[in-house]
């Protein structure tokens, strides 16, 4: 359902992960939940989520081991997938607002969200000369290094460490 500039089922499907994640602004949430209250099937499928969201969180599924080969990549794809969004949940606000202050140094204002961010920074970078270029460099090096930790979990034990710049 969807009334003339209300969120459609796709639109909120999009924007799950981010309500858990009390990502939305305040007018996206409010369409995000004026479409719930208003649409069964997308209640349904946010509570799933949010049931989801809350067993790869807190379950320990460390001593299940399949001995199917293939059951067992699944097994480590959904743990190192559960690991890395409980990172999200946890420390993913804290690091976006690092992000949000440090940006606010290169665009001369702070940005709402990081959507906002990224696409200042996008014709920031675009009409800026080559002067600023080792500004750009700095400030992605340290965003990377940010968020590497969260990454970490995917890398199956390889170290892709960011080297520090001089
Ligand atoms: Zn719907």
Redesign the pocket.
């Given at each position: 359902?969807s009334g003339s500039d209300g969120m459609?089922?796709n639109e909120?499907v999009e924007l799950v992960t981010d309500y858990l994640d009390d990502a939305l602004t305040d007018g996206q949430r409010q369409a995000f939940e004026a479409?719930?209250a208003?649409?069964d099937?997308?209640?349904n499928?946010v509570n799933q989520m949010r049931k989801t969201v809350h067993l790869t969180g807190s379950l320990s599924v460390d001593d299940i081991e399949p001995d199917d080969p293939q059951q067992r990549f699944r097994l480590d794809v959904a743990r190192r997938l559960s690991v890395f969004l409980r990172g999200v949940n946890e420390r993913g606000p804290q690091l976006e607002r690092d992000d949000l202050d440090d940006a606010a140094q290169l665009l001369g204002r702070r940005p709402a969200g990081w959507r906002e961010c990224d696409a200042a920074l996008e014709s920031l970078v675009a009409s800026a000369g080559p002067d600023r270029d080792a500004d750009f460099i700095r400030f992605f090096h340290r965003r990377v290094s940010r968020w590497q930790s969260l990454l970490a979990v995917g890398m199956h034990g390889r170290r892709y460490s960011v080297q520090p710049l001089r």
């Open positions: 359902m459609d089922c909120l479409h719930l208003e649409c099937g997308c209640e499928y």
